[in-house]
T-cell receptor
Framework: GAVVSQHPSRVICKSGTSVKIECRSL??????MFWYRQFPKQSLMLMAT?????????EQGVEKDKFLINHASLTLSTLTVTSAHPEDSSFYIC????????????FGPGTRLTVT | GNSVTQMEGPVTLSEEAFLTINCTYT??????LFWYVQYPGEGLQLLLK?????DKGSNKGFEATYRKETTSFHLEKGSVQVSDSAVYFC????????????FGTGTRLQVML
């Protein structure tokens, strides 16, 4: 149980285009989803926290107009990287939790984004 | 702010060797501490956790003890297997931070036959 999927697992896009990454909780309803970014040999960096039906809360330094997060249902959250640039190339990981407060997070397998 | 420091990898061991991966943290108050494991091609999985000082988390032969006096949460296993090869992340969740996790950089473990 508590499986989280991400799609796609890998994506290559050209500079200036937008790309959408999906995060789904397959066997539970996630009231809160988290989006992380991971650079090579570095920590996972929390980008934003999203609660179903409300606007995402972004961490300091994360551009909300560039990284659009939608959490329209209890099983799906999407991250759209708008007008992507090579510096946006990274590994993006989502996680989902049930109650959203002090509850275990279940992680997706990640999406490798390469912007050419 | 909160931070987690863990030893750099990769750590390469022979099967049945003893494993220690060091993790120290900086946080105010009384954080909860976690070890996550990421197997190749998979998402992070919670390996073990401890929520207060002197608690010992354990799972699948791995152990870690919450040491407030040394602000540490070192991961140990007495006899590693090839199947333990993965990346291990130490993390903390601070008090009053509503599920936000702060991660270390991860340590890759490679176990050889």
């Amino acid at each position: 149980g508590a499986v989280v999927s991400q799609h796609p697992s890998r994506v290559i896009c050209k500079s200036g285009t937008s790309v959408k990454i999906e995060c789904r909780s397959l066997d539970f309803q996630a009231t809160t989803m988290f989006w992380y970014r991971q650079f090579p040999k570095q920590s996972l960096m929390l980008m934003a926290t999203s609660n179903e039906g409300s606007k995402a809360t972004y961490e300091q330094g994360v551009e909300k107009d560039k990284f659009l997060i939608n959490h329209a249902s209890l099983t799906l959250s999407t991250l759209t990287v708008t007008s992507a640039h090579p510096e946006d190339s990274s590994f993006y990981i989502c996680s989902a939790s049930v109650s959203g407060v002090n509850h275990e997070q279940y992680f997706g397998p990640g999406t490798r984004l390469t912007v050419t | 702010g909160n931070s987690v420091t863990q030893m750099e990898g990769p750590v390469t061991l022979s099967e049945e060797a003893f494993l220690t991966i060091n993790c120290t943290y900086t946080a105010t108050g009384y954080p909860s501490l976690f070890w996550y494991v990421q197997y190749p091609g998979e998402g992070l999985q919670l390996l073990l956790k401890a929520t207060k000082a002197d608690d010992k988390g354990s799972n699948k032969g791995f152990e870690a003890t919450y040491r407030k006096e040394t602000t540490s949460f070192h991961l140990e296993k007495g006899s590693v297997q090839v199947s333990d090869s993965a990346v291990y992340f130490c993390a903390l969740r601070g008090t009053g931070t509503a599920s936000k996790l702060t991660f270390g950089t991860g340590t890759r473990l490679q176990v050889m036959l």
